[in-house]
């Protein structure tokens, strides 16, 4: 049994994906041995969770700089996100960080031929051609733990030819029905207050404007190389049904599930085996009358509209779109924009882009770097 | 490629899921074969059945008996069920005849290693633990053609484990939302309307009283080896979800699809492949706004309350139960009893039987010849 244990290490260890990720770990001790730990800023959290875990591999920008009075005592290493990465005692590294931070940490664990349960869209979504690429070439393997591609990966399992057509789900987000007045008027604590997924805030926001949903369809291209006009998005207000495949023949696959991230967070650990875990929810039949469909408004939610359309020209447009979204976010956050600036602010940072093929990850650094540098000149200049 | 054209012999060819196997047969001509056709009363169908796919195994039972002027001239042999069955020629049986009469057949092909497309309730229901038994010594492969157990072996492709659970779904046929003295009404015509559904008579009537879903746990419990409390039966009105199976960690994949009947028979014949086939239907998401789910009313239809009962007991209990029914239906067919007499009538013939434990296929045979005879005398006795 102990050759069996699978040894993770989790990047992004305090935020919402990464908590529930140690949920799982501590319901199965084992399966899962948690060797590595990394975290930005609750630095509190992440001490309790090094008390805890006992991990030999922990990353922490602080205590980086401060020292390691900054960290409980331990027998741990302080190395960077990619050199825990790629570290021969990690056998999956879980990627949930969010935003652009997990690339280079993703990159380094795809090169090293890991498995990389992967829940920030970001690295994808900006370099996803160079991820699958070096994840064939180094045999790493790709485990999605977003709802939506965890649901697709399950639908596929056992298929011997690809997806027809993937049919991608959204919530619709808290604001599915606004008008475009009402739309105008969204605070930011409406906007965190998602109907049904317990998520992080960017994420959150991203749900709202639909965002998230663009930016998984660009992640489900590269996760199932499926060309974008066979990924269509559906509402389904319900978050029931969290994605479906169309097979050659017709046949539909979907996979449904109560809107916990502990269930797909917990397949990718297990993968291809599935764990009876009586602290996952299951679907109760009997409150479950309606599973209902409509289409999406792209024209209220024109942040998906921008994220497939990034997708489709690629380049270093994809990478623009992420991070023109994350400062566009934050700024809203902090109340200096509206909700319905964030797409306005994307879409003219796009429109000023001048995007590069087959960039390279310098390349789409640096598409990164400039994106952030327009979006905070676009608001000073008004 | 003519090493992989996969020869079939189609038992029943002349009913529904014989001739629309035969559609998809006509449809790839370079994958598929026909060597063997077999047809009951249709003379005339099956005639040109024979001319145009000139098989070289046909069975018909007034051939038989009237030499073959019945039939065009042709170079085939006239074989019984059971010699086409396990014949060398043969890759694929498809069992598609109605009622007890394909037992026979399906055991010789499960007997003979054959892959056994079947979409006969009554031989899985009568002879269960027979089939599979002889199914696992022999190498044959069971290949379900019911949309239901079709959309449960699709959602079982690729996992290591068996399922934790399996929801059956039930259109609930016409008489749904009837009253007791509503249902005291129906006639043939009305029950032969299924809403969703195009199928051959028998099927359709145990559609119209739910029989039809009992027959399916039976099956479902012998195909997929799942005890019967973990089968649980759920209506859906709009025939969309074929089937889901839950598994360990709570995650449930569900089979759609429009409801035609040709697109399980080709995936049957096709498996492990797909094949696009554009005269198949796809799913419109446009048009799909709303699947409903609601528990079966088994105070109502209290033939699916029979038939898990007698699957629940088994022994020769099923065998009663299917015996008794298609006497039963029959009766209603010719108007000689009511709607609601046909549960009655089952009902009062399981009641009267002494039940074998782990029965042969003699005794089983028996218990059907018992449970016909038995059903005429309670008709005449009244």
């Not at 875990?53 to 020292?67: C, D, N, Q, T």
């Not at 977003?146 to 959204?170: F, K, N, R, V, Y």
């Not at 992640?219 to 969290?242: G, M, T, Y």
Request: hydrophobic share 45%; net charge neutral; aromatic share 6%.
């Amino acid at each position: 049994m102990g050759d069996t244990v699978k040894r993770l290490a989790v990047l992004g260890s305090t935020g919402s994906i990464g908590q529930q990720t140690l949920d799982i770990v501590r319901a199965f001790p084992h399966k899962f041995r948690i060797v590595g730990l990394a975290a930005g800023r609750n630095t509190d959290l992440l001490a309790r969770q090094v008390a805890e875990f006992k991990p030999g591999l922990v990353y922490h920008p602080s205590a980086a700089e401060r020292g390691r009075e900054a960290l409980p005592p331990g027998e741990y290493k302080l190395l960077s996100l990619e050199e825990i990465a790629r570290h021969p005692e990690v056998d999956v590294v879980v990627i949930a960080t969010s935003g652009a931070v997990g690339l280079g940490a993703t990159l380094a664990a795809v090169k090293a031929g890991k498995k990389v349960a992967l829940s920030n869209k970001e690295p994808l979504v900006m370099a996803g051609e160079i991820i699958t690429r070096e994840a064939a070439l180094n045999g790493a393997q790709l485990l999605p733990v977003d709802s939506e591609h965890s649901a697709i990966w399950q639908c596929l399992s056992g298929e011997t030819q690809p997806a027809a057509q993937i049919i991608l789900t959204a919530s619709g987000g808290p604001f599915r029905h606004y008008s475009p007045a009402q739309l105008e008027e969204v605070t930011p604590e409406q906007a965190l207050n998602h109907p049904s997924w317990r998520m992080g805030k960017k994420v959150t926001i991203d749900s709202a404007t639909l965002m998230n949903k663009g930016l998984e369809v660009i992640e489900a291209r590269w996760l199932f190389n499926v060309p974008f006009d066979d990924i269509k998005v559906l509402v389904h207000p319900q978050s029931i049904v969290h994605s479906m495949v169309e097979f050659a023949d017709g046949s539909v696959k979907a996979q449904l599930s109560h809107p916990d991230m502990r269930i797909p967070i917990q397949y990718a650990l297990s993968y291809p085996e599935r764990l009876a875990n009586p602290r996952l929810p299951r679907l109760d039949w009997s409150t479950i009358t309606s599973l209902t469909f409509e289409p999406p408004d792209l024209g209220l939610f024109s942040c998906l509209r921008l994220a497939i359309e990034a997708g489709r020209s690629g380049g270093t447009f994809p990478a623009v779109l992420c991070a023109s979204d994350e400062v566009a976010v934050e700024l809203f956050l902090s109340r200096r924009i509206r909700f319905v600036d964030i797409a306005g602010l994307v879409e003219r940072t796009l429109e000023r882009h001048r995007s590069i093929v087959h960039p390279g990850l310098e390349e789409i650094m640096a598409a990164d770097t400039w994106a952030r540098e327009r979006v905070k000149q676009l608001i000073t200049k008004g």
